[in-house]
């Protein structure tokens, strides 16, 4: 699916706080040196591995 570039921002943001947090990681290979909640966060975004969906609206014509 395709998300607006506001969606994808509200979905790595979420998933940053939540292994700042200390949630594990999904992925299983992640490098050691990256540490940064929110490159996890988008490595994990890029894999489609985050199990956060969105609702959208109807568009209305």
């Known amino acids: 699916m395709t998300y607006t570039r506001f969606e994808k921002a509200r979905i790595i943001g979420a ?4 292994l700042s947090m200390g949630a594990p990681t999904i992925l299983a290979e992640i490098p050691k040196d990256m540490i940064d909640p929110v ?4 490595l994990e975004y890029d894999e489609n591995a985050i ?9 209305k014509a």
């Open 15 to 18: 998933r940053a706080l939540q």
């Open 39 to 42: 490159e996890i966060a988008m």
């Open 51 to 59: 199990p956060i969906t969105v609702k959208q609206k109807g568009i």
